[in-house]
């Protein structure tokens, strides 16, 4: 099992819609999370971090925290064309020594 | 803060030439990091410094060799390079391993 999962996409939705970015974790150690938007040809740009079980809001985006259930999302609502990249989700893995560990990236296309 | 800066943009070398990519990052990070980014693969981890003076192996490192030159720079070299060396190389840094890490635009590497 990886250490950080993704369903590698790609994903598509109408824009206007929510769309829902998922990550599953290995490491029950791990306590604090991260989304990267990555547009082609560009670098990672952290979008949101989340440490706390439960929801965190920031303008359209959510990011939501399961440590039970080792589950982190994020939420883009009323999707728009310049959302369309690669979503990666990272965490630190106490197993690499904290080092933090990148998911393979979910790519979103949000079509007009 | 230009945050974290990368030299060149662009490479294209001969086989079994060498060069040696540039890092430096203006925010007083502690940990640096050398990732290769190739389709398909995400985000593979080369080498990593958490502080001034060390460096440890990542999950792909043979054929690199890096310096932590001093807390601002990183250097990745390749003393010899090969067409499986063709990639998108970024540079990251980050206050401490668990936290967020920031990238640089990323060098492009075509090796002929």
């Known amino acids: 099992q990886k250490e950080v999962e993704q369903n590698s996409g790609p994903l598509s939705v109408p824009e206007g819609a929510i769309a829902s970015l998922n990550c599953t974790y290995s490491?029950?150690?791990?306590?604090?999370f991260f989304w990267y938007r990555q547009y082609s040809g560009k670098s990672p740009e952290l979008i949101m971090f989340?440490?706390?079980?439960g929801d965190k809001e920031d303008g359209r985006f959510t990011a939501q925290l399961n440590k039970a259930s080792q589950y982190v999302s994020l939420l883009i609502r009323d999707s728009q064309p310049s959302d369309s990249a690669t979503y990666l989700c990272?965490?630190?893995?106490?197993?690499?020594?904290?080092?933090?560990?990148f998911g393979q990236g979910t790519e979103l296309s949000v079509k007009p | 803060n230009a945050g974290v800066t990368q030299t060149p943009k662009f490479q294209v070398l001969k086989t079994g030439q060498s060069m040696t990519l540039q890092c430096a990052q203006d925010?007083?990070?502690?940990?640096m990091y050398w990732y290769r980014q190739d389709p398909g693969m995400g985000l593979r981890l080369i080498y990593y410094?958490?502080?001034?003076?060390?460096?440890d192996k990542g999950e792909v490192p043979n054929g690199y060799n890096v310096s932590r030159l001093n807390k601002r720079e990183f250097s990745l070299r390749l003393e010899s390079a090969a067409p499986s060396q063709t990639s998108v190389y970024f540079c990251?840094?980050?206050?401490?391993?668990?936290?967020?890490?920031?990238f640089g635009p990323g060098t492009r590497l075509t090796v002929t």
């Open positions: 990272a965490a630190p893995s106490y197993n690499q020594g904290g080092k933090l560990i």
């Open positions: 490491d029950r150690g791990s306590q604090s």
């Open positions: 989340i440490y706390s079980n």
């Open positions: 925010m007083n990070h502690n940990s």
């Open positions: 410094s958490a502080s001034e003076g060390t460096t």
């Open positions: 990251a840094s980050n206050r401490d391993r668990v936290y967020e890490q920031y």
